[in-house]
């Protein structure tokens, strides 16, 4: 009885850390309000429709609640389509940035085939937008929200003194 009762309080505090946004089944998209973040999982053979949809669901809710970090969890994705490799870094992307998009923890598979197309985006997404978007690698979630929230100090820190020395400037203009 005791461990039913611990049980049910753990599912419980389990449901109110992640919200669910969209459960599919290809992948979901959760909120976790921890980091906070959000979290797209994918559930093996994605096609390029869900992959599409759930993607740009992320800007939407990156935008609505004012959340750029993601954590990716790709550890059972299949590969994912040259064609939709193509749609992220071209069409997603710039998209994804203008709506607040700044870090990404990504989970890996251990396959190194697949792995490959997931470093491939991040490598050119880093270089394009010149390192405003920060990209990390881990094989398990708390690593993953661990450094994520480093990420968000950091770039609340960093919008802080930008904004610092806007205001500075323009009491330099007025003066």
């Known amino acids: ?14 449901s109110a850390v992640f919200e669910t946004i969209i ?14 973040c959000l979290q797209i999982k994918w559930k093996g053979e994605v096609s390029s429709d869900c992959y599409r949809r759930l993607m740009d669901r992320l800007i939407i809710e990156m935008a609505e609640r004012k959340i750029g970090v993601i954590v990716n969890d790709d550890r ?3 590969r994912i389509s040259k064609a939709d490799q193509k749609w992220a870094l071209e069409d997603w992307l710039p998209r994804a940035v203008k709506a607040g998009y700044y870090a990404i923890a990504i989970l890996q598979t251990p396959d190194f085939f697949k792995r490959v ?5 991040a490598a050119i997404a880093e270089s394009y937008f010149e390192n405003q978007i920060r990209v990390r690698y881990f094989q398990t979630m708390p690593m993953a929200e661990k450094w994520l929230k480093v990420a968000v100090e950091n770039y609340e820190s960093r919008l802080k003194i930008s904004q610092e020395q806007n205001n ?3 009491d ?3 003066n």
């Open 23 to 36: 459960e599919e089944q290809e992948g979901s998209i959760k909120f976790n309000p921890n980091v906070p």
């Open 1 to 14: 009885m005791q461990t039913e009762i611990i049980f049910h309080q753990f599912l419980k505090f389990m």
């Open 117 to 121: 197309s997931a470093q491939a985006i």
């Open 168 to 170: 500075d400037l323009e």
């Open 76 to 78: 059972k994705t299949k």
């Open 172 to 174: 330099e203009e007025q």
